[in-house]
């Protein structure tokens, strides 16, 4: 019997699966912790894909203040991965890109590609409307989705959280985890 394929590979149900300590962060000037519903989307697929949700929190659509949640949880060596959800569209408010992209010591360009090409599927040319965007923050992988439910199931589902699975073939995030902070 095949294993169970999964975007652009497979998942190896003989490989161990290490959970990653994730933290979700929602960037929204209009949102509270009860209208919050893509930050409680994603909490619930980071937990029901075995992962640990670390932190949680919304903060407004300021780039200092995003700045200062992201660098306070890459600084605490406590998460492995943070996924923001909103700020990435093209009104004046959409700040993520401009408070996180600085702070990557290293951008993953493919996400953007790959992030377009599943939200194509979904929303056709309107994917033109996002900034998503993924980089590492001091050994953390940083991901930035829009912030509709459409925008994080398929950024989640079928793009982050294969890469986040350790059983992933035929290669992960996971896996180069020990490995980010090299010199």
């Not at 962060?25 to 949700?53: K, Y």
């Not at 009104?91 to 951008?107: H, Q």
Request: aromatic letters at 4%; proline letters at 6%; a negative charge.
């Amino acid at each position: 019997m095949n294993a169970p394929l999964t975007p652009g590979g497979r998942v190896d149900p003989a490989a161990p699966f290490s959970p990653v300590r994730v933290a979700v962060l929602t960037i929204s000037d209009t949102r509270g912790e009860e209208s919050d519903t893509s930050g409680h989307l994603l909490a619930e697929r980071v937990a029901g894909a075995g992962h640990v949700l670390a932190d949680r929190g919304i903060v407004a659509d300021d780039i200092d203040a995003i700045r200062a949640r992201v660098k306070s949880w890459t600084a605490s060596r406590a998460i492995d991965a943070i996924v923001t959800t909103g700020g990435t569209g093209l009104t004046g408010r959409d700040v993520t890109p401009e408070a996180i992209e600085p702070l990557f010591d290293k951008r993953i360009e493919g996400f953007s590609a790959v992030f377009h090409l599943v939200s194509y599927q979904s929303v056709g040319l309107s994917t033109l409307q996002s900034r998503a965007l993924a980089g590492l923050i001091d050994g953390v992988f940083v991901f930035c989705l829009p912030g509709s439910n459409g925008a994080v199931r398929d950024g989640w589902d079928k793009v982050i959280a294969p890469q986040l699975d350790s059983r992933h073939r035929p290669c992960n995030l996971v896996e180069l985890m020990p490995r980010l902070l090299e010199a």
